[in-house]
């Protein structure tokens, strides 16, 4: 099976742009979840997607938001971007047939740059 | 809440030694998994081992085992026969069954290094 994958890989912006990002899950995986990786805050959750459905939201404020299509693939974005949001961001999905307990398998990330 | 604690920023193991990253964990929850990835500098984060709250044996995937001890709450990771490719950090991270413990909740990681 193909792994997850998520597009673009780099990306530069400038501050007040808004960005998407795109993650594709591992075929047959329902439950897409976001996280940011940067230095001063480590890995943090963004959000969890179900069947098109968010079902859990980290502590992230309304300028990043996302969304699932019915073939599972799912976007965030973040709008009015601020210097603060350059960082890694990883998708990861999981089949969700293990009671929450299901491992998730990321992809290679976005590497956001905001000036 | 979920709380993981690596207290190891940094490691260094000789090649083809052992080497064990310490992780332990905060949680209320009765049923709970515990995780282990590898993120070299490239970015990726790799999946490597997994061990569930109820089960009585430690896991073992390749070179990679997990110690379990549940009564203290700790998960330790340990790499046998290091090799210069297993330089990278390592992330302990545990998910719960409910609300927002299904997320992951990662540590702060260990850098490990191989040295020849």
């Known amino acids: 099976k193909a792994g997850v994958t998520q597009t673009p890989r780099y990306l530069i912006k400038t501050r007040g742009q808004q960005v998407t990002l795109s993650c594709s899950p591992i075929s047959g995986h329902r439950s897409v979840s976001w996280y940011q990786q940067t230095p001063g805050q480590g890995l943090q959750f963004l959000f969890e997607?179900?069947?098109?459905?968010?079902?859990n939201k980290g502590n992230f404020p309304g300028r990043f938001s996302g969304r699932q299509f019915s073939n599972s693939r799912s976007e965030m974005n973040v709008s009015t971007l601020e210097l603060g949001d350059s960082a890694l961001y990883l998708c990861?999905?999981?089949?969700?047939?293990?009671?929450?307990?299901?491992?998730?398998?990321f992809g290679p990330g976005t590497r956001l740059t905001v000036l | 809440a979920q709380k993981i604690t690596q207290t190891q920023p940094g490691m260094f193991v000789q090649e083809k030694e052992a080497v064990t990253l310490d992780c332990t964990y905060d949680?209320?929850?009765?049923?709970?998994?515990l995780f282990w990835y590898k993120q070299p500098s490239s970015g990726e984060m790799i999946f490597l081992i997994y061990?569930?709250?109820?089960?009585?044996q430690n896991a073992t995937e390749g070179r990679y085992s997990l110690n379990f001890q549940k009564a203290r709450k700790s998960a330790n990771l340990v790499i046998s026969a290091s090799q210069l490719g297993d330089s990278a950090m390592y992330f302990c991270a545990m998910r719960g069954t409910s609300g927002s413990a299904r997320q992951l909740t990662f540590g702060s990681g260990t850098q490990l290094t191989v040295l020849p």
């Open positions: 061990q569930g709250s109820y089960d009585e």
């Open positions: 949680t209320s929850d009765q049923s709970y998994g």
């Open positions: 990861a999905s999981s089949p969700e047939g293990r009671g929450g307990l299901d491992t998730q398998y």
């Open positions: 997607y179900f069947s098109e459905t968010q079902r």
